[in-house]
């Protein structure tokens, strides 16, 4: 693993690309998710954010793990970001392309040890929310629905959200429980959510914060988003990802 | 044997009726876009949609006014957003639309192609979704005492599909990513089926474990390159990327969803006249490239 | 259609094979059941005589019907008797390789018209058994078992039964019921069985000769058997398989 | 990546155990013969055999004393007639057989594919198997109030197969009639899986949609060329059907299926062993034709 090569060389003719704020943000969030994968670990990946989990994970983390996609791509290297869950830059780096069917099956034996989803809510009760939200005048804004959000949410061994900074996202209860933190048999259910500052776990059924990067402040993270956390006792203090990760992500991103 | 080849205009005509259901097939991959394109020319209407994560060809089909009804576990542009059209529809009332999740769809689908009533899942037992889905109903396991939702069966009517190749007789090659196509084409009454290519028997019998649907339900098939355009076909073409970039932006006010139909489906007598009049070398920029 | 041609021209070099009363039974048996299959049906087929009135249906009767097996191979070309549903001589001219749960599935969503069987007793219920026989001496005397012949009884359409003339094949009451004339939702069951000399159909509930080749006597083939059955009124006269017909019966059964 | 290949000899040992649920792969076509002498020849014991239709590869188990339970829809020597061992074992005591029918058996393992405790059906609601099967409970159907049966989920402690090829990493490439063989592979724990050739991940990756098996699942990969003999396999060599046909003969007595298991399994050391002690040219003879 190496975070901090500062040289482009390894990126095989790809555009070296402008670091933005944003990559670094996005690159920073799905870090922290990353690191909570083991190596051999079986993920059941969605699209946005998980995607570049998967990528980082890949690249730096669990080299051998076993990238799974809703549409029955399986052993996917996702080495560019792909718009849905069947787009042919992942199909053609596939070395299985079975079915819908094959992958939640999957799921439901118990055999994805890692759902990675993001959603446009979560609450403390680890519920996600990715169909619909209230706007302060009481307008209804709908959202795309669970796809296989709600599936795998109840039904991989874990889920790890994975969210943008944006306070808005962090709420006590979501406006809408698409995605319910009601996980099937003696599985964990949502084990936590990563974001560009920091790691919440919910080991207690409720968010405390256990991570943040270096540069962070922990009292300020958790005051910021809308909802009740608590800080634990043996806050974790990780390194924030730069140089070589960072541009990788920034090519990730670019490249899709 | 009967000679299932016809016209994409001849296949909706005869095996396409209002108010039936409807399968979608392709999943972000081989979208059968040209057999859509006729169904809104020919102003079918009243159909109930069923699919699990429901692409922009849905956008077509609500804004031609084919659908009353759509049953999905997701709709919108794959990793763009929402979709406006839908959105508009169902706030009208114009669309009914049963939000349920992939999974669900697909177990219902499923149960449809097993030929039994419903089958077992824990999924949609909690949250805000359970309590408005279709066909779902509490039951116990008789062996545990367990508690499940029966997903009950779902069999439309047609699967409309587009594939790689087919010999005349509807033996249908079909590889790259599936998703729920199978499942729903064989939960079908009958598939209508348009394809890049009809080969030769022979060529079937080459790679047979490349067919994909069973012969004795394909109803129809057409002859129809590109007819997945603009999305993409393993093997065959690039997705128009695009084309769907842009799509969410176009169809954000009424007027200019309506200038997408007339433009794309309406000005055009079939789907050739519609390749033909999209600008001279992008389907050739769209070449399948391995890597 | 020819029957008649006496010539083997047409036999692609295959040997000519020795015609034996054994290939003229079975012919006739396999014929018996063709008559009553329509063109352009679905057939599911056993392993045995079944696999020889498939192969009569498609090289005589009705060229179209749809050939499925119940490893999965489905659009198959009948040429040559397969020992085993899944033999190469099938697979290869199979025109997909389905799995065996597509093509129970498709018997059970109603698909399948016709399910071709054989079995060691049929009784006049409509019942069928290939489990166990019980010896006079009060012997059991084990068999294969069912395999798919219980589900091909309950779940398609139609099933036509083929038997040699043996008369201890057909009986009162079966001595064990493997597959149960009990067909699922509206689907007829067990429509009737073909034997070398005749059809008895059961659309009355009970056996009913309903056909018989020219060179037979009703009277005498209905007491011949081990089971109270009748004589229908509207009694057919069938001519029997020859010439070409017997011949390539002969090279089917041959060349396995 | 962790490499899976590893002799029979190794994956027998290290993933099969006595008391263990197997499922046996390939129908009529890509059985798994080297790894079912190598059980044979570990003495492995107490197993529970579970399969749709079981050939005579089922034999050779339980004359090796290594089942003490079968479960199957059928047993024999496909289109030749009764398994003579079966039977006597059955007759003995020796062996607990627990008859089906090969859908009941195959909605079973479909059911432990799917993850789900049970799919209904309608069969096995009458007759004499009715009464005897394991497994089955009658249900209501909540939607319609009709009864079905209940067939349970079946999930073997590990899966043994034949195929065509591998790579390193378990990403196995089976084609041909597969019958239950993905369905009982997806129910089971564990994999076990020899094939005629291991290939470059990258060969893979030319045709993936003919990957059947999910890698994770796949413990150990077994570079066996001939390893389905005396079975056949698609694309690489035909049966023996002169093996078939004298196998229920040469097991009529018990002294003649001791010497059946003393030469084709303990006289060797591996199944390579075994393939060298056949007749000069009969592997050849058994090449693989298209017609």
Redo the contacts between chains.
Sequence with gaps: MNTNSESSDKNNGLEKPLITDEIISQARAAFMAAREIKDYQTLFVGIGLPCLVAHLSQSFLSPNCHLIFESGLMEVACETQPLSTASANIAKTAKMHGSMLDVFSMLQRGEIDVGLLSAAQIDIHGHLNSSRLTTKSGKTLSLPGSGGAHDITVLANKVIAVMPSDPRRFVNDVDFITSPNSPYGNREGVAGVAMPDAYFSFDTGRPILQKIYSDRNADSINESLNWDSQISDSLEIVNPPEGDLIERAGIFLKNS | ??DKVMTAQQAVKKYIHNSDTVFIGG???AIPFAIAHEMVRQKKHSLHLAK??A?IIFDLLVAGGCASRLS?????N??????NII?KA?ASGELALT??????M?LRL?A??????????????????AGSVDGI???K????E?Q?Q?H?AL?PDVAIIHAQRS?M?G?VQL?????????GC?ASQKIICSVEEICE?EE??LC?????L????VVAVIKQPFGAYPS?L?DYY??D?KY?AEHTSDTKVSLKSDEWLQTSVFDHNDFDSYLNSLPGTLLDQLAWS??
């Excluded at chain 2, 069973?214 to 339900?217: C, F, G, L, V």
Aim: charged share 15%; glycine share 12%.
């Design positions: 044997m009967i999943f972000g991959h699990t994560g692409d999905c576990g997701w709709y919108g794959p990793g763009i957003g929402i979709s959105s169902v939000e349920s999740t992939n999974f669900s697909m499923h449809g192609k097993l030929g039994v009533p419903f089958i077992p899942s824990p999924i949609l037992a909690d949250g805000d979704l109903k509490t039951i396991c008789p062996f545990t367990a499940y029966a009950s069999n010999d007789n033996n590889w790259g990513s599936v998703g729920d196509t199978i499942e064989e028997s079937i019998l047979p474990h490349l067919t994909k069973p012969a004795h339900k993409y393993h690039q997705r990327e769907y391995k890597s």
